[in-house]
């Protein structure tokens, strides 16, 4: 009999184990890493106090309390500790509590590419900084401070003590008045590096306002029993359209990633960071795009999201199953890199880019009881993106990508872009601009809107690309018959690939019993 394994979530048998198209045999060890990284975040729980103190000017730990960790927020990335603050003055009408978040060094491949975790808060901390120097009628959360796992810490300006803050003001002044860049908020202290040195070993963290419940709840708590509800969810949908608009309005000179450097400016120079890229290096599938990597045109950046899908293919030992499957798979990605020119207008080349938030999910954005947004949540995965990747959410139906139903989905996109239009002809003109609800409307019409959902989703282009971009074109054709010819396109020792990774996938069955104690070759 065959053992019991544990994931993050569930427990898991060989049977469904050896039934998934993703790597079980890489996330059969996050179970025991969280329990050892959860275990040394409890050991440091003084160490958190104080860090909490200082972040915000506190003269005493005494008056913050860590919780219990039954009490943590852990997502598929972070963990989020609450940290309560009794007799906060300085609260300004905020929350009373804090949330320190770390990143998860098991999930955002930190052991392939060290320094992932340290990406990622920096990602995160600019695009908190450019929202709100840029949008401020966006709602998020307050950012304290952060820190990178080095030790390196950044504070809020206005809690640093009297004489530190006074000097930093008037150097902010004083370079606004001289007309040269200003500094984030955001302020290095040289006197406070060695308590995030003793703190948590290889990780960072930013310490954010915890959004309570009167501030509003997430919409994944009423969204699947309300969202047929008209007037809640037109009131989401003219929140959205206006959140959507306020950060498409400023164009942007490339694409990537915002991050405050080490004297505390906001910089546009990191690679343009989304949740795939750190994913699939986590399970040791290099993407070959470098952290400094920036992009100043649209197809550079496409073919390089191609080739982490090629990398993808390339390196997941469990990634074809059989020959059809192989050419099936080889035949959709050389296709993608084929029709690509057929799905952007040149005209948009080389932009406009406009801040996007790629991970705009249900428990990532937060609402009142009528559904007006109050607040949206972990940013990590923000970055400038080109204007035809802006997208409606894909979840309007509730659908995974790969099971979309257009006609569907087009009922609830068509009513979500007749609120953005209507909220788009109240604000300014922008001859520089071209209007957010006009392009969308054009990536629908040409397909645009399905090629994004593939390129950007390494297990759902395969479906999305037959079912939604190859059938306009060949609608005549079957699959099969397209990937007879189309293999040799995308390898050029087509055979030779194949049959290294069917070995692959022999290979990895083979250590998937003994994971799971099972004997023989079923």
């Known amino acids: 009999m065959s053992k019991t394994r544990h994931l993050l979530k ?172 200003v500094p984030t908020p955001y302020v290095r202290p040289l006197n406070r590096r060695h308590i995030s040195l003793d703190g948590v070993i290889g990780a960072g963290y930013i310490l954010i306002e915890k959004i309570e419940e009167r501030q509003g709840t997430m919409l994944s708590k009423t969204w699947f029993k309300k969202h047929d509800d008209i007037e809640l969810r037109t009131n989401f949908f003219q929140d959205l359209s206006r959140i959507l608009l306020s950060i498409s309005r400023i164009p942007l000179p490339r694409i990537g990633s915002f991050v405050v450097n080490s004297d505390g400016y906001l910089s546009l120079n990191n690679r343009p960071l989304s949740v795939e890229i750190q994913g699939l290096e986590n399970e040791r599938i290099p993407t070959d795009m470098p952290r400094d990597f920036t992009y100043s045109t649209v197809e550079s950046y496409l073919y390089d999201l191609l080739r982490v899908h090629d990398n993808r293919l390339k390196n997941q030992p469990n990634a074809v199953l059989n020959v059809p499957d192989a050419g099936y798979q080889m035949s959709a990605l050389a296709g993608m890199r084929t029709t690509l020119p057929l799905f952007f207008r040149r005209e948009h080349c080389r932009g406009p880019f406009v801040f ?13 009881d009528d559904w007006h947004i109050t607040c949206l949540v972990d940013l990590e995965w923000a970055c400038s993106r080109p204007i035809e990747m802006v ?89 099969e018959e397209v990937g007879e010819i189309m293999p040799f396109f995308w390898a050029k020792n087509a055979g030779k690939f194949v049959a290294k990774k069917l070995s692959d996938k022999k290979k990895y069955d083979h250590e998937l019993r003994l994971a799971f104690g099972v004997k023989g070759t079923n």
């Open 10 to 181: 569930e427990d898991i048998t060989y049977s469904f184990a050896k039934s998934q198209e993703i790597n079980i045999l890489h996330q059969l060890d996050y179970y025991d890493k969280r329990d050892r990284f959860f275990a040394h975040l409890e050991s440091r729980r003084a160490w958190m106090k104080r860090v909490v103190a200082q972040h915000l000017g506190l003269k005493s730990t005494k008056v913050c309390h860590v919780a219990d960790m039954e009490n943590w927020y852990c997502g598929s990335f972070n963990v989020c500790i609450p940290v309560t603050i009794s007799d906060w003055k300085d609260r300004r009408q905020l929350g009373s509590d804090v949330l320190m978040r770390f990143p998860l060094p098991y999930r955002v491949g930190e052991e392939f590419q060290p320094g992932n975790g340290d990406e990622k808060i920096q990602c995160e901390a600019g695009a908190y900084a450019w929202l709100e120097e840029n949008c401020p009628d966006v709602p998020i959360p307050q950012l304290y401070g952060f820190a990178m796992s080095s030790g390196e810490t950044f504070t809020r300006v206005e809690y640093l003590p009297t004489i530190s803050r006074w000097f930093q003001l008037l150097r902010r002044q004083l370079l606004s008045w001289l007309g040269y860049p």
């Open 356 to 368: 996007s938030l790629t991970d705009l999910h249900q428990s990532n954005i937060f609402v009142d």
């Open 391 to 479: 997208e409606p959410p894909y979840w309007l139906t509730n659908k995974p990508v790969d099971s979309m139903d257009p006609e569907e989905y087009d009922s609830h996109r068509t009513e979500l872009m007749a609120v953005m239009a209507t909220e788009e002809r109240k604000m300014p003109t922008d001859r520089t601009m071209p209007r957010l609800s006009r392009v969308m409307e054009d990536a629908w019409s040409r397909g645009t809107f399905w090629y994004t959902l593939a390129i950007t989703s390494p297990t759902g282009l395969f479906k999305l690309f037959y079912k939604h971009i190859q059938q306009p074109w060949f609608s005549k054709h079957k699959p």
